[in-house]
C-alpha cells in the first residue's frame, strides 16, 4: 500500500491548510501520523483515493514522497504481539507504524513501515494475517 509523505513548514494553520486541499472532494484520510522535526513537520496519510489524493496535492504545490507499506488487520487478543512475533520470525525491522483511523473490514488495523516490506507481507500472510490492499481502503462505503 502506498503511503504520502507531506513535508509542512512548522507554521501555525499548516495542517488545517492540508487537510482543506481535499475539501469538496470525496477524498478521506484513512491513516494519518504525524513526525515533529526541528523546522518543519512530516504528515503521513494513506487515502482511500491515493491517486487523487496525490494529483491535489502536487496541484496545491505541497512537497510530498510516496513511500509503500503494509497494512494488516488486528486480529482480537494478543494481536499486536502477534504481529512482532511473525516479523519477528523473520528478522524484520518496524521503522514506524500507526492505526488507521478507519475500520475498513470492521476491524482495527496497522499501516506497518519495515526494512522489507514483501517479506514483511509474506510473513504475515503466512500467519494468517489480513493483509490489505489500497482497494480495501478504495472510494466508496466502507467495507
Not at 9 to 29: H, K, N, S, Y
Not at 38 to 56: F, G, S, Y
Amino acid at each position: 500500500m502506498r503511503q504520502i509523505s507531506v513535508f509542512l513548514d512548522d507554521r501555525v494553520g499548516a495542517l488545517m491548510r492540508l487537510f482543506q486541499a481535499f475539501e469538496g472532494t470525496e477524498i478521506r484520510v484513512v491513516g494519518m501520523s504525524i513526525v515533529h522535526a526541528i523546522d518543519c513537520a512530516i504528515v503521513r496519510l494513506l487515502c482511500d483515493d491515493n491517486e487523487q489524493a496525490i494529483k491535489i496535492l502536487e496541484k496545491k504545490a505541497f512537497p510530498i514522497s510516496e513511500t509503500e507499506l503494509v497494512v494488516v488487520e488486528v486480529p482480537h487478543g494478543h494481536g499486536l504481539r502477534s504481529i512482532c512475533s511473525a516479523l519477528l520470525a523473520g528478522e524484520i525491522n518496524i521503522d514506524y507504524a500507526y492505526p488507521l483511523l478507519v475500520r475498513p473490514t470492521g476491524r482495527a488495523a496497522l499501516a506497518i513501515h519495515t526494512d522489507d516490506l514483501g517479506t514483511a507481507a509474506h510473513l504475515l500472510k503466512a500467519r494468517n494475517f489480513k493483509v490489505l490492499s489500497e482497494e480495501d481502503l478504495g472510494p466508496g462505503p466502507l467495507r
